[in-house]
């Protein structure tokens, strides 16, 4: 049973596009959310996290959005730039726990 | 250092053999993960530990998988009678109490 679910495999933007990363989530006890990016032969680096009582959370060219209604979060970057091309993770975790659940992965291909 | 570091980066061997992760975390991070990423797949919850607290050990896929974590620090991965579904990157993170985790750079084992 997958808790967190990224259905799109990969995804591919044009330098300076805006490249959004979608995240579902169906556990309703899930109240923290993380993104982290995930280069070849290197171990995720975290990139920006939101808490449930936010709906949104910015960080330069990265902003998460969460919809707690819908059970899913976003992660937009813009402008998209071609050392952003990586594996991106979302991940979440419930009140109480330090146990994160990671979805399987967006591969984004930023083109220059 | 600085980082989480994992020992060995590389380990290649025979199918039935032992093998062992080892673990750096943080120092004063309380919280300490292992994950395995299988080719293609997103990162699998294995185990964790938190403090004293008696680790969390849904993730083990076998009883051919067990982990300790000696005076709060250093973790051990041991996995017994390697198979060749075993094959994958085992990557450890630690953390503070819901911080985001930092992962370390991976041990990759290939069983032959």
């Known amino acids: 049973d997958q808790q967190v679910k990224q259905n799109s495999p990969s995804l591919s933007v044009q330098e300076g596009r805006i490249s959004i990363l979608n995240c579902d989530y169906t556990?309703?006890?899930?109240?923290?959310f993380l993104w982290y990016k995930k280069y070849p032969a290197e171990g995720p680096t975290f990139l920006i996290s939101i808490s449930s009582i936010k709906d949104k959370n910015e960080d330069g060219r990265f902003t998460v959005f969460l919809n707690k209604s819908a059970k899913h979060l976003s992660l937009h970057i813009v402008p998209s730039q071609p050392g952003d091309s990586a594996v991106y993770f979302c991940a979440a975790s419930a009140t109480g726990t330090y146990k994160y659940i990671f979805g399987t992965g967006t591969r984004l291909k930023v083109l220059a | 250092g600085a980082g989480v570091s994992q020992s060995p980066s590389n380990k290649v061997t025979e199918k039935g053999k032992d093998v062992e992760l080892r673990c750096d975390p943080i120092s004063g991070h309380t919280a300490l993960y292992w994950y395995r990423q299988s080719l293609g797949q997103g990162l699998e919850f294995l185990i964790y530990?938190?403090?004293?607290?008696?680790?969390?050990k849904s993730g083990l896929p076998s009883d051919r998988f067990s982990a300790e974590r000696t005076g709060g620090s250093v973790s051990t991965l041991t996995i017994q009678r390697t198979q060749q579904e075993d094959s994958a990157v085992y990557l450890c993170?630690?953390?503070?109490?819901?911080?985001?985790?930092?992962f370390g750079p991976g041990t990759r084992l290939t069983v032959l």
């Open positions: 530990f938190q403090g004293n607290s008696a680790p969390d």
């Open positions: 556990n309703s006890m899930f109240d923290y």
């Open positions: 993170a630690s953390s503070t109490y819901r911080g985001a985790s930092v």
